[in-house]
């Protein structure tokens, strides 16, 4: 067997993939995941693939591979068809991702990806929580919060976002937070756990992991935030403190 005929065995078949992915969906339906919630997380684990598969592309367009024979040689007309090449791969990559989180978004909740006030769903229920634990703790201590009030709370939070927003709100999360690690540093240090600040009272979500959401939003969006926050009727009181902490000098 040659080369050829080697790499080409190590590669995943449609028919295979499709196996995989009808597996992964009954072990998921076993353990009590919606089927929908499943198919929303594996179709944005593909899209997610595809994406970054389209940034690696693009990163390496510009950098044709180094070779000694007349074929693989520096010159320009050759730099100018692997850059040309490249740049088309990654195009098509790019569209394939578009259209994979276009799929992702719309077996969600809403069939509307450009809907801001479409339902929440579970799957982005949980993402939000996935991606908000870590980045707390990096700053404070663990929730003292109850899970139905952190439920509605990250409710209001991503009912400012569209589906399509929300998919792509954990990047969202990380980028804030290390675009303003040190007033967050000190936020915390100054009304989180530990602090002399009591855990009941304005300055209570600083004790939660949903802080870090809610502090983001008031960042990006305050007007629409205050809005949900009000249909939602929590506590008027919790944003207040929230945007006091976020405003204080530092």
Known sequence: MNTADEGRQQQLDAASVVNAKKTLL?????????????????????????????AELSGIRENPPQGTGKESGNGEEYASGWADGARAAAD?????SEQALIRAVTAGPSSDAG???SPVGRAEMER????????????????????E?????????????SPRQRAGYPGRLTEFTSAHH????????????GSPIAV???????????????LERLA??????????????????????LTSAWGSPA
């Open 92 to 96: 098509a990559l790019g569209v394939l």
């Open 220 to 241: 990006a969006t305050p007007s629409a935030l205050h809005e949900e926050w009000d249909a939602a009727e929590l506590p008027p009181a919790w944003l207040d403190g």
């Open 26 to 54: 009954q072990l998921l339906a076993r353990a009590g995941v919606y089927t929908g919630d499943a198919e929303e997380l594996i179709g944005l684990v593909e899209a997610g693939a595809l994406s970054l598969a389209h």
């Open 182 to 193: 040190g007033h967050l540093e000190r936020l915390y240090a100054e009304y989180g756990p």
């Open 115 to 117: 809907d801001e006030h």
């Open 200 to 214: 009941h009272g304005r300055y209570s979500l600083v004790h939660s992991p949903t802080s870090v959401a809610v």
């Open 128 to 147: 939000t929580k996935v991606a908000v634990t870590p980045l707390y703790l990096s700053f404070s201590d663990v929730s003292d919060l109850d899970p």
């Open 149 to 161: 009030v952190t439920e509605q709370v990250l409710g209001a939070v991503l009912r400012t976002m």
